[in-house]
């Protein structure tokens, strides 16, 4: 297994710099997810870490050496990118060959299982393909690579629903049985929070924040009650977030509650109940814009 850590990472294009100051560490056998809007440098950001790109300033180490193009640090990560192309009549037989000769650990045994859950034909040409079909290939690439670290820019996210929650749930199934480290830039969070280890929250090129789920999980709340009884009631209280509709007001509050907490609002009929992540991130996401901070 591998350690991919990156050590305040930069990158400048076309006069502007996407990435800014990156730092973290991937460790082995963890599921991370990067949440970020369009311009939040997401992308750019696994075109770096998966060597695509090249580093302004900053550093790379892969399982503690510098990281580059050397083969035996490539064929320990596996990016199939959304816009991969394939020449000519190039069927999919002939890409799992090609797979295979480059990564040491392809299971091409669960890459056809996955193909005929899907009803793919092995024979057929890239080209011929569908978009989704594409797309789930891209997918089951990634899973059937083994690769020590496998990166995947929101994965299955054209697909239909009952296909992405099936790539999903072999996804979980696959790590559980060859343990190892994905990466995942989703734009889905909370359809598969239960698969997730850490969660990276981008902006502007900028790592904003970053959490276990069961952090998440602790330390957010909603309140949600009568608009002037809950407005009496969080005085003094961190709310990163608010919706009102008509005379009913929620809050997002970060903060742990206390078992008299507990018993306060719920004395006053206060609802309490989990965040979903992506709010949470938009919540975030406002709280900075309201600061300026960029």
């Not at 064929?75 to 199939?80: G, H, P, T």
């Not at 295979?100 to 091409?108: C, E, T």
């Amino acid at each position: 297994m591998s350690v991919l850590v990156c050590e305040n990472c930069s990158k400048i294009m076309q006069k502007k710099e996407i990435i800014k100051n990156f730092s973290y560490n991937f460790l082995e056998n963890q599921v991370y997810a990067i949440l970020g809007k369009s311009n939040s440098g997401q992308n750019e950001l696994l075109n770096l870490i998966t060597g695509r790109i090249m580093l302004t300033e900053g550093q790379i180490f892969l399982d503690g050496l510098p990281f580059g193009n050397h083969h035996r640090h490539i064929n320990k990560i596996c990016f199939i990118a959304s816009d991969m192309r394939f020449s000519g009549q190039t069927n999919i037989l002939q890409i799992f060959k090609m797979m295979a000769s480059f990564y040491p650990n392809w299971d091409s045994y669960y890459a056809y299982e996955l193909l005929l859950h899907y009803n793919i034909k092995h024979h057929t040409a890239f080209k011929q393909l569908t978009i989704n079909q594409k797309t789930i290939l891209i997918g089951i690439l990634g899973l059937a690579s083994r690769a020590n670290i496998t990166v995947f820019d929101n994965p299955m996210e054209s697909v239909d629903l009952k296909d992405r929650y099936d790539f999903f749930n072999f996804l979980y199934q696959h790590q559980g049985k060859y343990p190892r480290t994905f990466i995942l830039s989703t734009n889905l969070i909370d359809e598969i929070d239960y698969l997730v280890d850490k969660i990276l929250l981008m902006d502007h090129g900028k790592l904003i924040a970053h959490f276990t789920i069961e952090e998440i999980k602790e330390n957010f709340r909603y309140l949600t009650g009568k608009t002037e009884v809950l407005k009496s009631l969080i005085s003094g209280v961190k709310i990163i977030g608010v919706e009102e509709r008509g005379k009913t007001l929620t809050v997002c509050i970060r903060e742990k509650l206390k078992k008299d907490e507990i018993r306060k609002y719920q004395k006053y009929l206060i609802k309490i109940s989990e965040v979903p992540i992506q709010k949470i991130f938009i919540y975030l996401i406002h709280l900075r814009e309201k600061k300026g901070i960029s």
